[in-house]
């Protein structure tokens, strides 16, 4: 009987071993030949921060973007690109005073920011690319033109604005994302992509952003992009928007750029007034830029093509034009630009 007893002390004993030994080991083993690939996670997930970061917001109006020096706060599990496309979107770090406005079309949201290697991928919303203001004044200027309120010439010029307003302002978007993203990491280039009506994401395509490509292109995408020169606000391309505006006759916004300088800018009915008996500009090419003394001033340059109001004859000088510094922002001084068409204030 003692025996018996023994026997199954033993036996219960060397089931124990074999749970705790050989069954474990096989599960162990098992369980370690099933490879899963795990998500990449950034060094700082989880932890909230902020970053340093120049934020490219919309010069209001124009087809120019300026930056803005930020604090972005990094969310817990966000990467700081994606922060900084959100900052972008929200809009948050600019004031009325900054003369800038927001990049993106109303209702523009983010759908996805991945990172792969070097290429940052960003999807935006289908607000991004959404036609229907455009469809909509499209119909509110094709009902006056019937009613004969506006002309044929009025109805072309009207919607040809619109439709390169809607272009510009899809353009800005994504070099506001491009340039901000490439600042803080220059070693990133940026791909957009845009939700479409199905519900799929689609990368965007040149025409859908009024850009005329190269015929030998081999497609109609936009590629991974680099940050771009050619859309900063300059002392250059700010009296590029006042030349521009002068020479389609939009006194007003040309006013918009003019510089306070030290309490002596004009009112806008004396300013119109001093171009009154200046000369017609009818054109003009921008050649450059170039810093003062200090970075308080700089001079733009272009060739100006005016149309004399004593005789009406056309001819272009080359002009340098004085640009103040107001802010982030050199604008024209008032004196340098109406000296360069002939104009005097009374």
């Not at 004993?13 to 705790?20: K, R, W």
């Not at 803005?68 to 990094?74: G, I, K, N, R, T």
């Not at 272009?167 to 791909?191: C, E, F, K, W």
Request: charged content about 30%.
């Amino acid at each position: 009987m003692r025996k018996n007893r023994l026997f199954v002390l033993l036996a219960l004993s060397l089931a124990v071993c074999m749970l705790l030994t050989g069954c474990v080991a096989a599960r162990t083993i098992r369980e370690d030949s099933v490879k899963e690939d795990l998500p990449s996670v950034e060094p700082d997930a989880g932890i909230r921060r902020d970053v340093n970061a120049m934020l490219y917001f919309r010069l209001s109006g124009e087809r120019y973007l300026a930056s803005v020096y930020a604090e972005v706060p990094v969310h817990i599990n966000e990467t700081p690109e994606a922060a900084i496309v959100r900052a972008l979107i929200n809009a948050n770090h600019i004031a009325a005073e900054d003369d800038l406005s927001s990049a993106f079309p109303d209702g523009t949201e983010i759908k996805e920011v991945t990172k792969d290697n070097n290429i940052l991928y960003v999807t935006l919303s289908s607000a991004y690319l959404d036609d229907g203001p455009l469809q909509q004044a499209e119909q509110e200027k094709r009902e006056q033109l019937e009613q004969n309120l506006i002309t044929k010439a009025e109805y072309d010029a009207q919607m040809e604005a619109l439709r390169e307003e809607i272009y510009t302002q899809r353009r800005m978007g994504l070099y506001a994302i491009v340039n901000s993203v490439t600042a803080y990491d220059p070693t990133l280039r940026v791909l957009l992509s845009a939700e479409r009506q199905e519900g799929d994401s689609e990368r965007i395509h040149y025409d859908e952003l009024g850009i005329e490509t190269e015929t030998e292109l081999s497609s109609s995408l936009i590629e991974p992009l680099s940050f771009e020169e050619s859309v900063i606000a300059t002392p250059e391309s700010m009296l590029e928007c006042v030349l521009r505006h002068l020479v389609l006759g939009e006194t007003e916004k040309a006013y918009f750029w003019i510089a306070e300088g030290q309490n002596t800018r004009p009112t806008l009915s004396e300013f119109e007034a001093a171009l009154e008996n200046a000369e017609r500009i009818t054109q003009y090419e921008m050649t450059g830029f170039s810093l003062g003394s200090n970075v308080n001033y700089a001079y733009a340059e272009a060739d100006i093509t005016v149309v004399r109001a004593s005789d009406g004859k056309e001819t272009t000088r080359h002009k340098r034009i004085r640009m103040q510094k107001e802010g982030e922002l050199y604008k024209a001084d008032h004196e340098s630009l109406l000296q360069a068409v002939g104009g005097k204030l009374e």
